[in-house]
């Protein structure tokens, strides 16, 4: 846990985007490994391992929600920012807004879960098509397939953002 | 051994980019995609443009948190927490159905072998003890016999022979 711990907390905020659902969702992984590592294979790796827990475990809380609309609360307990609801300049939040990439931060919520983990573990965790396959539990094809989308959607939507009067939201990513 | 050499159009080169800057692609469509960008300066453009995605991504979700005491503090609660039902879980494991039944049907057979087992002697015992004394019973009185009740007192000279009238 001291090893991975905070690779597999990262993973698991990058796919909730949320501190709350990552801690359970870290938390919940970690329960599961200690309980299964007999089942753990020697010679492959433990992190593509824990992140295939974490993979299974947050699409079992999705299809658990599915239908439930949940809405993150405040971490810092203060108003949070709505979407296309950004119209004042204010130099301090437009340097916190431009650290945070929100256009890209709202074009990565936009795209489906399937979608987001491929784009993380591709983009981000710089894992190899075979790897996300065997993580995610699919076909190369499929990794390729969802990872295209994925980028394109991606693109647009940071486009739209991008435009003036489109998106409504900074212009910064 | 002969390269595959590709002839490389700007819509296959827009098709793989992806799989290009991801380093998916083998060697020889690796090089026709560099030479097509080093020549095509909308797929420049295109392939510019994937980069600079690949970064805003990683600069969005490329921040690196520290793992919360909180969730450490929960596993280990949660592992301890499961030491005394620990046991529970395993006599639970072990009842269960698909345990319980060839569990079962084995306890069976061995109370079947042993009741067979004693019912085969008790059987043996009543069926000697009957010949015996039906023996003993026809032949008492008869002088040429005399040498067999002899042999039959001397044997069951035990409780056994009480209700049995010596002649």
């Known amino acids: ?173 | 051994m002969q390269r595959q050499t590709y002839i490389m159009t700007c819509d296959l080169c827009r098709e793989l980019l992806t799989d290009y800057i991801h380093g998916e692609l083998d060697a020889a469509r690796d090089a026709a995609i560099h030479g097509h960008i080093q020549s095509c300066v909308d797929c420049r453009n295109e392939w510019q443009a994937e980069v600079e995605l690949t970064e805003s991504i990683r600069s969005a979700m490329g921040e690196e948190r520290e793992l919360p005491m909180a969730v450490v503090v929960g596993v280990r609660h949660a592992m301890r927490g499961q030491a005394a039902p620990g046991m529970l879980e395993k006599l639970r494991a072990a009842l269960r159905p698909a345990i319980l039944g060839p569990a079962a049907a084995a306890v069976l057979l061995v109370i079947g072998i042993v009741r067979y087992d004693q019912a085969q002697h008790a059987t043996s015992a009543l069926s000697s003890s009957y010949f015996v004394r039906q023996h003993v019973a026809q032949t008492i009185g008869s002088p040429s016999n005399d040498r067999a009740w002899d042999a039959y007192l001397l044997t069951s000279a035990n409780a056994n022979t009480a209700d049995v009238v010596s002649p």
């Open chain 1, 1 to 173: 846990m001291a090893k991975f711990g905070r690779q597999t907390y990262n993973y698991a905020y990058r796919l909730t985007s949320n501190e709350a659902d990552a801690r359970d969702l870290a938390q919940d992984a970690f329960i599961r490994v200690f309980r299964a590592w007999q089942s753990f294979r020697p010679g492959t790796s433990f992190l593509a391992w824990i992140y295939r827990i974490v993979t299974n475990l947050h699409r079992d809380e999705l299809r658990r929600r599915k239908g439930i609309f949940t809405q993150p609360l405040p971490e810092d307990n203060q108003p949070q920012e709505t979407p296309h609801a950004v119209t004042v300049h204010d130099p301090i939040t437009a340097m916190h807004e431009q650290q945070l990439s929100p256009a890209m931060d709202r074009a990565l919520r936009g795209l489906t879960p399937e979608q987001r983990t491929v784009v993380i573990l591709a983009d981000v965790e710089d894992y190899s098509y075979q790897e996300i396959a065997q993580t995610v539990g699919c076909s190369i094809g499929t990794v390729r397939s969802r990872l295209h989308r994925a980028r394109s959607q991606l693109r647009r939507l940071v486009q739209r953002e991008r435009t003036p009067g489109v998106g409504g939201g900074a212009a910064s990513i």
